[in-house]
């Protein structure tokens, strides 16, 4: 099945450092979501992005939807050890409405170290 | 909490054999989405439901079908299992509202293991 390209893979980072990830794909999308997935968890809705060139802040994490309309990028602020998981950026091509098909990354695993 | 709910967490059944997995989305929405995860292919969507009727179709294969009842609980069936169906297997759902319908909500998930 088709996934979305996320880089980085994976991430080692101290505590307080700020974080960046980004989603690219050949494709427009015309909503861009971001998710964290923690072990034996479900997704977590984090942000969503719905215009191209919206930046969009949930307390530390700040999204933006890229202008192409192709990629987004998630920053992290100041991490904390409660950040570790995976993070995943998910894609609609469909516009809103009754329909939606979402199309997931490939994820950034994040690990937090004192 | 989302508040989508699924049964049963974990499932473990043979080959060649049927299952059922049961999502209740979250109170008002009227959307149920299914994806399966395995650690080859990540998050895959399967199909989606609104109201009853079935609206987006993703990758499912033939074995596998889903309902939504009228109460909106939606189950997933899976038929002639095979090893490779091992997978988490998530509901999602969303709210009826245009501006805000792509924000899905996932449920814990299911575990199905395949031997």
């Known amino acids: 099945g088709q996934q979305l390209n996320q880089s980085p893979q994976s991430m080692f980072i101290q505590e307080g450092e700020d974080v960046s990830m980004n989603c690219t794909s050949s494709s427009i999308f015309n909503t861009w979501l971001w998710y964290k997935q923690e072990p034996g968890e479900g997704p977590v809705l984090l942000i969503a992005?719905?215009?191209?060139?919206e930046l969009t802040s949930n307390g530390r994490l700040t999204a933006q939807f890229g202008i192409t309309r192709k990629d987004s990028f998630l920053n992290i602020s100041a991490s904390i050890p409660s950040d570790v998981g995976i993070y995943f950026c998910a894609g609609d091509r469909l516009p809103t409405g009754t329909a939606s098909k979402l199309t997931f990354g490939t994820g950034t695993r994040l690990q937090v170290t004192l | 909490d989302s508040g989508v709910t699924q049964t049963p967490k974990h499932l473990i059944t043979a080959t060649g054999q049927r299952v059922t997995l049961r999502c209740s989305p979250r109170s008002g929405d009227l959307s149920v989405y299914w994806y399966q995860q395995s650690l080859d292919q990540g998050l895959q969507f399967l199909i989606q439901y609104y109201n009853g009727e079935e609206r987006a179709k993703g990758n499912i294969l033939e074995r596998f079908s889903a309902q939504q009842f009228p109460d909106l609980h939606s189950e997933l069936n899976l038929s002639s299992l095979e090893l490779g169906d091992s997978a988490l297997y998530f509901c999602?759902?969303?709210?009826?509202?245009?501006?805000?319908?792509?924000?899905?909500?996932f449920g814990p998930g299911t575990r199905l293991t395949v031997l």
């Open positions: 999602a759902s969303s709210p009826a509202g245009a501006s805000s319908y792509n924000e899905q909500f």
């Open positions: 992005l719905y215009k191209a060139g």
